[in-house]
T-cell receptor
């Protein structure tokens, strides 16, 4: 079946502009995660959604970052007033359930470049 | 959050076993060890996970020491396609978060 998809695959924006990154999780997966990966670095957790529970936003680096998940499916990560240090690959993952061990299925990522 | 320590890089000859070590000395009793890998320019891929017992699947084996302070991922017959960054991760107890470190860059050579 279809995997996790993300759009756009690449985004170049000017410093100070807002950007929206989209994630379509695997159908039926109740958990959704956002990570970012700066060049040559490991993955940095940003936020995750589980069903109808309040999202865990503990990884968001500043209040310029926010995310929504509508209808328990598609998610949008918004970065306001982008800065050059926001340049990174933003990865989305989904997983089928919570509470017992599970694997996260990752999308291909969105490469964001802030000029 | 339990942290993991991995070597920065390793080499392995094609066809040989690749043994990737990981230290997680602060792991608590209910935290699982996960391994993912990331091939260049792709999203991470799940490999295997375990709690106390050794585990094996079609991709790899996971050996966890009795005190759970370290583990080893074994790729029994490495191929060139196994060249990737391998992440050892401890799942934060009572949460769904995986905290990735910087991983081990495995280079498989002919």
């Amino acid at each position: 079946g279809a995997g996790v998809s993300q759009s756009p695959s690449n985004k170049v924006t000017e410093k100070g502009k807002d950007v929206e990154l989209r994630c379509d999780p695997i159908s039926g997966h109740t958990a959704l995660y956002w990570y970012r990966q700066s060049l040559g670095q490991g993955l940095e957790f940003l936020i995750y959604f589980q069903g109808n529970s309040a999202p865990d936003k503990s990884g968001l680096p500043s209040d310029r970052f926010s995310a929504e998940r509508t209808g328990g499916s598609v998610s949008t990560l918004t970065i306001q007033r982008t800065q050059q240090e926001d340049s990174a690959v933003y990865l989305c993952a989904s997983s089928p359930y919570r509470g017992t061990p599970y694997e996260q299925y990752f999308g291909p990522g969105t490469r964001l470049t802030v000029t | 959050d339990a942290k993991t320590t991995q070597p920065t890089s390793m080499d392995c000859a094609e066809g040989r076993a690749a043994n990737l070590p990981c230290n997680h000395s602060t792991i608590s009793g209910n935290e699982y060890v996960y391994w993912y890998r990331q091939i260049h320019s792709q999203g991470p891929q799940y490999i295997i996970h375990g709690l106390k017992n050794n585990e094996t699947n079609e991709m790899a084996s996971l050996i966890i020491t009795e005190d759970r302070k370290s583990s080893t991922l074994i790729l029994p017959h490495a191929t060139l396609r196994d060249t990737a960054v391998y992440y050892c991760i401890v799942r934060v107890a009572y949460t769904d978060k995986l905290i990735f470190g910087t991983g081990t860059r495995l280079q498989v050579f002919p």
